[in-house]
């Protein structure tokens, strides 16, 4: 019995101490549910989020650094913004950071750190078709992604309105960049559909 | 593991005189409770974890092409154009007659869907999909799943409702009461 106990608490620290802890997300964002059985990637991601109140946020996945700093460089130089490395760095170096202001507002956003805008209300980045900044932000992302490869990913809320995502969608392809994922919640595929009788006869999951 | 030296110090003798011996109990364990907990954790972690992963829906868009000899055509008779409105309301009609407009939902949107696709050449059958500007990303995730979970090969997402569409949405949601 003692030899027992003790594998099971070795396996309960084993899982405790493996199990990754959700990042406390700055946005709390509902996602729709799907079919899809693909994960969705979690390197070299440019998350575009869509929140309820249809604003659109812009962050990269924390892993790259390198193609934040780009980024950031781009479009402060573009915008004219002299953003001052203290300011870049609030968007480099901490985690979880994202932008979710047009470029006039840029500076001051970047003065804080993303701990202490939570709860603070943003305007969001503006993507309607007169004035899609969503543009300049892909294009300069594509540029610091280059030679590597790059996920442009989605996440919208459940609640949000077709125009914001439209205004997503038109960037990406203002950029020719075609290919993107949406995230969304697994479910299982309905009995009796088309793709569950595929699923039954080929004897797998795939979707796609 | 799981017991102590219940013994006395090492230099008394054993039953000396006058020294009333107590009756040794067991300090023992029973640890199967303990191990119950501990598989119970386990398995609650188990479970907990591996459920959450979000998943990703892949959308591969079309390029705009303005020559039209480069365009695919499509016969109007082989298409369903669906248009998401508000509400969660869905609106269908077949070929290119928007006047045969018809509402429906997102659970009855499937037959429709099936039974178009039964009575078209699968080589022909596409499905345009419109949303609306009131139709939530919601709508619009879910008519795409809808697409694979129907086994719809071809379809495209197109962002023009035309006014003459609209006004017919319009109408339609009037006369059933749709605010």
């Given at each position: 019995m003692t030899a027992m106990c003790d594998?099971?608490?070795?396996?309960?620290?084993?899982?405790?101490l493996t199990a990754k802890f959700k990042p406390s997300d700055a946005l709390t964002v509902n996602t729709p549910s799907s079919v899809q059985t693909k994960i969705a990637p979690e390197k070299d991601v440019v998350l575009i989020t869509i929140d309820k109140d249809n604003k659109v946020y812009l962050s990269i996945s924390?892993?790259?650094?390198?193609?934040?700093?780009?980024?950031?460089?781009?479009i402060s130089t573009a915008q004219n913004l002299n953003l001052s490395d203290a300011q870049k760095a609030n968007f480099v170096k901490k985690a979880g950071s994202y932008i979710a202001v047009p470029f006039s507002?840029?500076?001051?956003?970047?003065?804080?750190s993303p701990d202490e805008l939570k709860g603070i209300a943003v305007p969001g980045i503006p993507v309607d078709s007169a004035h899609n900044e969503m543009v300049q932000w892909i294009a300069a992302c594509k540029s610091a992604f280059q030679g590597g490869h790059m996920y442009?990913?989605?996440?919208?809320d459940?609640?949000?309105?077709?125009?914001?995502?439209?205004?997503?969608?038109?960037?990406?392809?203002?950029?020719?960049?075609?290919?993107?994922?949406?995230?969304?919640?697994?479910?299982?595929?309905?009995?009796?559909?088309?793709?569950?009788?595929?699923?039954?006869?080929?004897?797998?999951?795939a979707v796609n | 593991?799981?017991?102590?030296?219940?013994?006395?110090?090492?230099?008394?003798?054993?039953?000396?005189?006058?020294?009333?011996?107590?009756?040794?109990?067991?300090?023992?364990?029973?640890?199967?409770?303990?191990?119950?907990?501990?598989?119970?954790?386990?398995?609650?972690?188990?479970?907990?974890?591996?459920?959450?992963?979000?998943?990703?829906?892949?959308?591969?868009?079309?390029?705009?092409?303005?020559?039209?000899?480069?365009?695919?055509?499509?016969?109007?008779?082989?298409?369903?154009?669906?248009?998401?409105?508000?509400?969660?309301?869905?609106?269908?009609?077949?070929?290119?007659?928007?006047t045969k407009l018809q509402p429906t939902n997102?659970?009855?949107?499937?037959?429709?869907?099936?039974?178009?696709?039964?009575?078209?050449?699968?080589?022909?059958?596409?499905?345009?999909?419109?949303?609306?500007?009131?139709?939530?990303?919601?709508?619009?995730?879910?008519?795409?799943?809808?697409?694979?979970i129907d086994a719809v090969k071809r379809f495209a997402l197109v962002d023009l409702v035309s006014p003459y569409e609209a006004d017919l949405i319009k109408k339609t949601e009037d006369a059933n009461g749709v605010k």
């Open positions: 594998v099971a608490f070795l396996l309960l620290s084993f899982f405790i924390d892993g790259n650094k390198a193609q934040k700093q780009d980024v950031i460089d781009a507002q840029l500076p001051s956003f970047l003065n804080h442009l990913v989605v996440k919208g459940n609640a949000a309105k077709y125009p914001a995502f439209q205004g997503v969608k038109n960037a990406f392809i203002k950029n020719d960049e075609m290919k993107f994922q949406v995230v969304t919640n697994p479910v299982s595929v309905p009995v009796g559909t088309e793709l569950y009788k595929k699923n039954m006869a080929t004897g797998s999951k | 593991m799981a017991e102590m030296d219940t013994s006395g110090g090492g230099g008394h003798k054993k039953g000396g005189p006058g020294v009333k011996k107590g009756k040794k109990l067991s300090t023992r364990v029973d640890l199967t409770p303990m191990v119950d907990l501990g598989f119970l954790l386990i398995t609650f972690f188990i479970f907990t974890t591996t459920v959450s992963q979000p998943t990703a829906m892949k959308i591969f868009l079309p390029k705009d092409v303005d020559k039209p000899e480069e365009q695919n055509k499509v016969k109007a008779s082989a298409v369903l154009t669906i248009m998401l409105g508000k509400n969660d309301q869905v609106y269908y009609y077949e070929g290119d007659d928007p997102y659970k009855a949107v499937r037959d429709v869907i099936l039974d178009k696709k039964r009575r078209t050449d699968t080589a022909d059958f596409v499905v345009v999909l419109k949303p609306t500007k009131d139709a939530s990303y919601k709508n619009v995730v879910n008519i795409l799943d809808e697409m694979t």
